[in-house]
Nanobody
Framework: QVQLVESGGGLVQPGGSLRLSCAASGNIFGTYTMAWHRQAEGKQREWVALITTDGSTSYVDSVKGRFTISRDNANNTLYLQMNSLQPEDTAEYYC?????????WGDGTLVTVTS
């Protein structure tokens, strides 16, 4: 029904920035929520940021003030601007879309923060 493809991950030094993108395609209509999650090596997947159709946002405490989630509804694209990156941000980042009772996931993009 829905396909999500993440991009924009890579290697960056502490204090650097990256912008992740998630392109959605398929049977997309009505009100839906999009979010970013991440999973570090040896850790459980955690929720990072969420945005509603109308643009309301929320973040996990550890990224508040550094990350910004946004969406382009016309192009069905989700973004995550990540500033002041720290080694603890190193993880596989996943895009998630929730439409009514269904949830869709991308395959992830790797972000590595190291000096």
């Amino acid at each position: 029904q829905v396909q999500l493809v993440e991009s924009g991950g890579g290697l960056v030094q502490p204090g650097g920035s990256l912008r992740l993108s998630c392109a959605a395609s398929g049977n997309i209509f009505g009100t839906y929520t999009m979010a970013w999650h991440r999973q570090a090596e040896g850790k459980q997947r955690e929720w990072v940021a969420l945005i509603t159709t109308d643009g309301s946002t929320s973040y996990v405490d550890s990224v508040k003030g550094r990350f910004t989630i946004s969406r382009d509804n016309a192009n069905n694209t989700l973004y995550l601007q990540m500033n002041s990156l720290q080694p603890e941000d190193t993880a596989e980042y996943y895009c998630r879309m929730s439409i009514n009772f269904r949830h869709y996931w991308g395959d992830g993009t790797l972000v590595t923060v190291t000096s």
